[in-house]
């Protein structure tokens, strides 16, 4: 599926419409340079999951778990991650086989470590189309 967004409002939607069809168990891996707005469109996410707390990206803690949804949800940072071993520290297989649902920015540096289940979502700009524009990609893994 390939979503157009035209503002961060249209990516925050993205993101809730996407958390109403969340399922227990599911993993969203989500791609996309610095900046191109997968903290909204998380934010988007949480609210589709009626998680009504501010959300913030866990760039320096690498995992923020908001659990006042309908579903508990795991975000999950990698950004700093520099071995994939290091993501048994925070125990990711209980989160990951758990019964909320798992968002991982920054995915493939533990590509290793996602099931093929996982829903891929990317998000590209496309200047040429303005500065706001953003395509947003989601594919169902196997």
Same mark, same amino acid.
């Given at each position: 599926?390939? @979503?157009?967004?035209?503002s $961060?409002?249209?990516?925050f *939607? #993205?993101?809730?419409?996407? #958390?109403?069809?969340?399922?227990?168990?599911?993993? +969203? %891996?989500?791609?996309?340079?610095?900046?191109?707005?997968? %903290?909204?469109?998380? *934010?988007?996410? #949480?609210?589709?999951?009626?998680?009504?707390?501010?959300?913030t990206?866990?760039?320096?803690?690498?995992?923020?778990?908001?659990?006042? /949804?309908?579903?508990?949800?795991?975000?999950?940072?990698? +950004?700093?991650?520099?071995?994939?071993?290091?993501?048994?520290?925070? /125990? +990711?297989?209980?989160y990951?086989?758990?019964?909320?649902?798992?968002?991982?920015?920054? #995915?493939?540096?533990?590509?290793?470590?996602? $099931?093929?289940?996982a @829903?891929?979502?990317?998000?590209? *700009?496309?200047?040429? *189309?303005?500065?706001? +524009?953003?395509?947003?990609?989601?594919?169902?893994?196997?």
């Amino acid at each position: 599926m390939m @979503i157009e967004s035209f503002s $961060p409002e249209d990516t925050f *939607k #993205a993101g809730e419409q996407l #958390a109403k069809e969340a399922r227990p168990g599911d993993i +969203y %891996t989500l791609n996309g340079d610095l900046g191109v707005g997968k %903290t909204i469109f998380t *934010k988007g996410m #949480a609210r589709g999951l009626g998680i009504e707390e501010p959300v913030t990206s866990p760039t320096f803690t690498i995992l923020q778990e908001y659990e006042s /949804g309908r579903l508990p949800l795991y975000h999950f940072d990698v +950004y700093r991650i520099g071995d994939p071993e290091e993501m048994d520290e925070i /125990g +990711y297989e209980d989160y990951f086989y758990g019964q909320g649902i798992c968002l991982i920015e920054w #995915a493939g540096l533990i590509e290793e470590l996602i $099931p093929a289940e996982a @829903i891929r979502v990317s998000i590209e *700009k496309n200047l040429q *189309k303005g500065l706001d +524009y953003r395509r947003i990609r989601i594919e169902r893994g196997e």
